[in-house]
């Protein structure tokens, strides 16, 4: 290989360098043929290369003059010595074929740069091309990660989801083993005990006391008997289970009136569960004081003769009677 070809190889395999190394370290962000940083480098490694081709040519003229011009001296010599125009011919003839070959075909600079610079935009896009690829590669992976790890997590909520039901079902299950001889005794012993009846045209206060006082008898609450109206102690109806107060007004009970209550229950001798009734509505506080102390709040309608829970414990109640001689244990 001659020097001028090892020069151009050199060329050429430096701009692919170049422009790898430029992929390595712009990536995306370079423009082929318009980005500073690519241009800095094209001009860097060309430059140095129309310099050594330049020096090399100049050493191959020098090289092929000094070849010439020794021809030239040696063949006149020749000639003068033996007189043989053949002969100095031959050697005039020799030495430039000699210099021709010295000096050789000149390479087109221009064309090896203009193929050099192809190369190297050629190297700049298989480099970015082969990155993209790369980055797409590493956003589907991702895609796959996230989309097996959202499948993991939704059958692990959709286990747990089935567990929880499971564990309400079961918990339902023993809720209504505990229940069920309960409900049976409540309903023998309702076949017996008759509910209040209805009252079209309404009762007074102490008409209403006696007609829950018949409801709580009818729910299981045997013995069950209305206080004296004056000087009852905030106790309206009571039985050996349970104490009640009824309210037969259209207002609203605030939070006052049935901590006022609760305070009765907490100094009961007897230690009754407090029960609270009323013909009109509960305010939000009373509710949520009543929740905190599981005191069961209903309403009642002696006009249509029913009686409804406003909180869960009241309706526990509903449900096992007011006899806790029914249930495995007191709720």
């Known amino acids: 290989m001659s020097r001028i070809d090892e020069l ?28 500073r940083a690519l241009q ?15 020096a090399e040519l100049s050493k191959r003229i020098w090289l092929g003059v000094l070849t010439l011009v020794g021809g030239v001296g040696l063949a006149i010599v020749i000639g003068a010595a033996t007189l043989q125009f053949w002969l100095a011919l031959l050697v005039f003839g020799l030495s430039c074929y000699t210099a021709l070959k010295v000096l050789g075909s000149s390479p087109d600079i221009e064309a090896i740069m203009a193929q050099g610079n192809q ?39 959709l286990a747990e989801e089935a567990a929880t039901m499971r564990a309400i079902r079961e918990a339902e299950a023993e809720l209504e083993a505990l229940l069920a001889p309960a409900r ?40 069950a008997s209305a206080t004296q109206y004056v000087g009852d102690g905030g106790i309206d109806v009571e039985s050996a289970h349970f104490i009640a107060q009824v309210k037969h007004y259209t207002g609203s009970v605030g939070v006052g009136e049935i901590r006022e209550h609760i305070g009765v ?67």
């Open 8 to 35: 151009t190889e050199h060329y050429f395999s430096n701009l692919r360098q170049r422009a790898a190394k430029l992929v390595a370290d712009h990536e995306a962000g370079l423009v082929p043929d318009y980005d």
């Open 40 to 54: 800095e480098e094209r001009r860097i490694e060309t430059e140095q290369f129309d310099a050594a081709m330049k």
């Open 119 to 157: 190369q190297y935009i050629e190297q700049l896009q298989t480099g970015i091309a082969e990155w993209r690829d790369r980055l797409e590669q590493a956003r589907r992976a991702e895609e796959r990660a996230a989309a097996t790890a959202a499948w993991h997590a939704e059958q692990a909520r």
């Open 184 to 223: 049976l005794s409540l309903e023998g012993w309702q076949t017996l005990h008759r509910p209040p009846a209805p009252q079209p045209y309404g009762v007074s206060p102490a008409g209403a006391e006696i007609w829950i006082r018949d409801w709580m008898i009818h729910m299981g609450a045997e013995g």
């Open 265 to 331: 229950a907490a100094v009961d001798e007897r230690k009754r569960r407090p029960l609270f009734f009323t013909s009109g509505t509960y305010s939000a506080g009373g509710i949520d004081a009543a929740d905190r102390a599981q005191m069961p709040l209903f309403t009642y309608s002696v006009e249509s003769g029913r009686v409804l829970p406003v909180n869960a414990h009241a309706e526990m109640l509903l449900a096992v009677g007011l006899n806790p001689a029914w249930v495995a244990s007191e709720l």
